[in-house]
């Protein structure tokens, strides 16, 4: 995940900020699949009434309405963190304005589903600007009863208060008792509406629901689309220290661990068993920049599953090292590299050379901005260029380790990216080409004989994922490739996620513990062996 966590425009690992994270709830450890509104806890529902007020639902209602007049409104969320009058909002209210903003996006589908069945549609009619102002204040309203258990006068009164105060758009009487009538009726019988007649997979596009029911079945389908809905925790990668050795690395993990404890007054930071550690969601320590030991360089944000496939290099690596090259020496290329989550592992890890490939020139600059936060400059070569043609220009120190983390639907980090949930299946195509294509040119034109590359991708779909892998080992030209399996108690809490092959098949909701909350993800390691 993007180390800085400065929000992008077209990142495929776009997050939400922390200040939402801090607010949001996480699932119930027994997911309800049926009741979604029991997603949210009843003290995250104190929570957000408590914090509740008008300027914060003014800001949330009038973003949402310009977003819906935007052609391109991919993540919505966007226009929010770009209005001025978002960026003026104290951090609280902003907080509370992006839960608003973020629950709608994330239930759209629910939402509308309780809401037509109290409107009489008029699909034909052109939306005018006061419609659309009308329409987002039913949806701020009703996502606040029926997900966010805000009290009645605040959900209604205040909400609908806001029509009054658009600086240029003048709402007629009729409108606005329409908006209130509306939103009674939801208070009244939405939730009803709501667990009779509306299902998760309301919020999801059709194709990518029937994909993870036919790939994972009925059951699965369901804890993951809950756990799409829901907001992850944040978790930091802690750099290694030059030199250090695992003890070393282990008490620098528990520092770190404990400054956040200690600035978040007393509520824990945990290391989990692979080496992440999980922030405590109610700290609020403000933007990531201000976290501790931000500016000194020592972590970036990502995701526990985002880490898995430099790690499973790694450790293949470290096998090969004892038998033929050492560490210090070994090139290894990331062929997609920005914004550079992985890259940053690998350059940490204390390999010799890394060179990380972006086509992006766009991407780059993240890029090159946290590998020098966290001072990793010199031991990465940064280079923009297509990963289907780069090669390596230095053949007297051949490639011993490839990551190809393909660009891909991102299906998996649906709870951090809503948008990729309505995906049209249309853009498969030519994700599923470029993958393979660099899949080939990593294996053949720059992976050493004997060298390995790891495939990973953050998609549920198995098209991107099992099956390219499967479709790269059965090739009859071109580089000899075979499974490395990941082996149980390789990568600890992950051995749940290990499949018949010996990938790592990452789905939301299912592992256990705070690794219940992570990205899907798919991860396989290959080794060439001609
Ligand atoms: C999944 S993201 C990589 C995330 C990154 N590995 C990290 O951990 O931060 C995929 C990246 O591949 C880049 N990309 C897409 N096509 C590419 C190509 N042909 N060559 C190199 N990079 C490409 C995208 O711009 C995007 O930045």
């Not at 069945?117 to 006061?130: D, G, M, P």
């Not at 945990?270 to 109610?282: N, R």
Request: charged share 25%.
């Amino acid at each position: 995940f993007c180390p800085n966590y400065t929000p992008r425009r077209n990142d495929p690992h776009y997050g939400l900020s922390p200040d939402l994270l801090s607010l949001q709830p996480r699932l119930p450890t027994v997911v309800k699949v049926q009741a979604s509104s029991d997603v949210f806890s009843s003290t995250s529902k104190k929570e957000a009434a408590s914090l509740a007020n008008p300027s914060a639902r003014s800001v949330a209602v009038f973003s949402l309405m310009d977003s819906l007049g935007k052609k391109n409104r991919s993540f919505a969320v966007q226009h929010l963190e770009n209005d001025p009058d978002y960026q003026r909002l104290e951090k609280r209210d902003k907080a509370f304005a992006r839960l608003l903003f973020s629950t709608v996006e994330r239930r759209q589908g629910q939402i509308d589903k309780v809401v037509s069945s109290f409107t009489r549609s008029n699909k034909s009619q052109k939306i005018k600007a006061a419609d659309r102002l009308c329409r987002s204040a039913i949806s701020i309203g009703a996502a606040q009863i029926l997900f966010l258990g805000v009290a009645e006068h605040a959900a209604i009164h205040d909400t609908v208060e806001v029509l009054r105060m658009h600086p240029k758009i003048k709402i007629s009487k009729p409108q606005i008792n329409f908006v209130n009538a509306i939103l009674r009726n939801v208070q009244r019988k939405g939730m009803v509406e709501l667990e009779t007649n509306t299902t998760i997979y309301d919020n999801i596009e059709p194709w990518l629901a029937k994909e993870w029911i036919e790939t994972y079945g009925e059951e699965k389908a369901k804890v993951i689309a809950e756990a799409s809905m829901g907001q992850s925790p944040i978790f930091i990668s802690v750099k290694r220290d030059s030199q250090s050795n695992e003890a070393q690395h282990e008490e620098k993990l528990k520092r770190i661990r404990d400054c956040f404890s200690t600035a978040g007054g007393g509520d824990e930071a945990t290391i989990l068993p692979h080496g992440s550690i999980e922030i405590p969601k109610h700290q609020n320590f403000g933007g990531v920049s201000q976290w501790p030991l931000y500016k000194d360089g020592e972590w970036w944000v990502q995701d526990p599953s985002a880490s898995l496939p430099a790690i499973a290099l790694h450790n293949a690596l470290c096998k090969l090292e004892d038998n033929q090259q050492k560490k210090e020496a070994m090139h290894i290329v990331d062929l997609c590299s920005a914004p550079g989550g992985k890259t940053s592992q690998l350059c940490s890890f204390g390999f010799g050379k890394v060179t990380a490939i972006e086509v992006s020139k766009k991407r780059i600059r993240p890029l090159q901005e946290n590998m020098a936060r966290l001072k990793m400059e010199e031991k990465c070569e940064i280079v923009v260029a297509d990963g289907r043609e780069w090669i390596p220009s230095d053949d007297s120190n051949p490639v011993y380790g490839v990551l190809a983390d393909v660009p891909c639907s991102a299906t998996g980090v649906g709870s951090r990216r809503p948008d990729v949930l309505r995906k049209q299946a249309d853009v498969l195509e030519e994700l599923l080409t470029t993958q393979r294509e660099l899949a080939v040119h990593a294996a053949d034109d720059i992976l050493a004989v004997g060298g390995t590359m790891v495939y990973a991708t953050c998609s549920l779909l198995k098209q991107e994922s099992e099956d390219q892998v499967k479709w790269l080992l059965s090739r009859q030209d071109g580089a000899v490739m075979e499974t490395d399996p990941i082996m149980r108690g390789e990568i600890p809490g992950f051995d749940d996620a290990i499949d018949e092959n010996g990938w790592l098949r990452v789905l939301p909701g299912i592992l256990s513990g705070s690794l219940k909350y992570c990205d899907g993800f798919f991860v396989a390691r290959l080794k060439r062996i001609r």
